[in-house]
């Protein structure tokens, strides 16, 4: 799978700035740099800034800038590897990536230096991810679990699992040679299954925390929901700071869901405005609103809106109690509250069931203080839900690796218990291995890794 080609990119985002960086790597980039910085001396001490002259391949002066000169295999890719610091014009980073291009090195594909750190052994793959998500994070949660991903937090404790099924692998096939022997059945056994449990309990734990990483790494989705003219768009845009939504008088306004992200207090909250629930004979807002039911199922809050000077529709009160039934998050946002309520005592009664509750009066001279209070609360529950403590995945991939080694593991234990034959029990114990081998980079699959690294800006 090794590309011994010498590759290179622009590894600063594109436009004008202050600096722009070349990067090269591979087995000529000492040639390269020779080439490029002909005055290169061979004593310059690796990892070592040196003001130089750059030339390109046609021997004109391109710039006066830092180079430096790594080499491997203490570098991000393991690899010899060269930056040119330039100053930051397009035309000087085309130019001198231009002349990398013509003395040797091919163009570098998206992630190709982070695959390439990651199939050298720099990093395993849960560090690569991080790598990206570090790179993308938006949010101070999103950028603390990258970072602690990037330090090989989940790595290790993948890697523990590994040790523990290994172990286990290792009593299984010494049962297999050794079956012969008397009593030696029956110590194994409860050897091989203290370390499928406690493996167990500790996957376990990662896939009940899975959403808490999944929060903090891609936000907290937040769903507005509600009747017609309840606020949904007014809400939506105090929250974003904007006139992002068409807000009007007339009903049914929001056709189809808008989606915004903003930052709360450290978090990331993705918030979603979505078309007024009500039945309606109109084909195109019947599918919004088929749209709006369907992201309330993938919901991690959901804000409901009340006409407080209303009362409840008896399909909004259906959808609330529908709600209540769900173990979805979700805040009753009482709104129009500075108007005379026309809310029932049975209305009354079925929204004060909702854990959280907020008057808000949007349009009333006190908006900004009820804006205030509402954001107070999205910013506590938004803590809630992303809040895990220890190691925590992050991506669909981490959970489909520990799913398929849970559901090996207690394949292999339900082996043991009813004295099955120790071949079964290795072969759901060697299953287990793959699926946490898959995670950390044990994989033999090109298409898997080339999905992953895909993701990468060029230059990463």
């Not at 393991?78 to 330039?86: A, I, M, N, T, W």
């Not at 990536?97 to 013509?102: H, I, P, Q, S």
């Not at 009160?317 to 769900?326: G, I, K, S």
């Amino acid at each position: 799978m090794k590309d011994t080609n010498t590759i290179a990119a622009i590894a600063t985002p594109a436009g004008r700035g202050g600096v722009g960086i070349i990067r090269v790597s591979g087995q000529a980039t000492v040639e390269i740099l020779n080439a490029l910085v002909p005055d290169w001396p061979a004593a310059q001490a690796s990892h070592h800034l040196r003001l130089s002259k750059i030339y390109d391949e046609d021997g004109a002066l391109v710039d006066e800038a830092l180079v430096v000169l790594m080499r491997g295999p203490n570098t991000y890719t393991g690899e010899d590897v060269c930056e040119f610091q330039c100053h930051g014009g397009p035309i000087i980073l085309r130019r001198v990536l231009d002349a990398a291009l013509a003395t040797g090195a091919r163009i570098a594909g998206p992630g190709e230096f982070t695959q390439r750190a990651f199939l050298n052994g720099r990093l395993d793959l849960t560090q690569a991810e991080a790598v990206a998500d570090l790179i993308e994070a938006t949010s101070l949660s999103a950028h603390k679990l990258a970072m602690e991903h990037l330090q090989g937090s989940l790595g290790e404790a993948i890697r523990g699992h590994q040790e523990r099924v290994a172990q286990a692998m290792v009593l299984v096939e010494s049962a297999i040679d050794f079956s012969h022997e008397e009593h030696v059945y029956q110590i194994e056994r409860d050897e091989i299954l203290a370390r499928v449990d406690e493996t167990l309990a500790g996957l376990r734990k990662l896939r009940r925390q899975f959403d808490q990483g999944r929060r903090q790494r891609e936000g907290i989705r937040v769903v507005i929901l509600g009747p017609p003219n309840a606020g949904k768009s007014t809400l939506f845009n105090a929250l974003h700071g904007s006139e992002r939504a068409i807000v009007t008088s007339v009903a049914g306004t929001t056709r189809d869901f808008i989606e915004e992200e903003i930052h709360l207090g450290g978090i990331a909250l993705r918030i979603i405005d979505t078309a007024g629930l009500r039945d309606t004979p109109d084909e195109v807002e019947a599918i919004g609103i088929e749209r709006s039911r369907e992201l309330q199922k993938s919901a991690d809050l959901v804000v409901w809106l009340v006409d407080s000077s209303q009362p409840l529709p008896a399909d909004q009160r259906v959808d609330l109690e529908q709600t209540l039934a769900t173990q979805v998050r979700c805040v009753v946002v009482r709104n129009k509250s500075d108007l005379p309520s026309g809310l029932s005592a049975e209305d009354v009664a079925l929204l004060d069931q909702f854990p959280t509750s907020v008057s808000t009066t949007f349009a009333g001279e006190s908006s900004d203080e009820s804006l205030e209070r509402l954001i107070a609360e999205l910013v506590e529950i938004g803590r809630e839900l992303s809040d895990g403590e220890g190691v925590l995945l992050s991506r669909a991939r981490h959970l489909e690796g520990v799913v398929g080694a849970i559901e090996a593991l207690e394949r292999a234990g339900e082996a043991v218990r009813a004295k099955l034959d120790h071949e079964f029990v290795a072969l759901d114990l060697r299953e287990a291995l793959d699926s946490l081998g898959e995670i950390v980079g044990h994989v033999s699959a090109d298409d898997i890794l080339n999905r992953i690294f895909s993701e990468f800006c060029v230059g990463k």
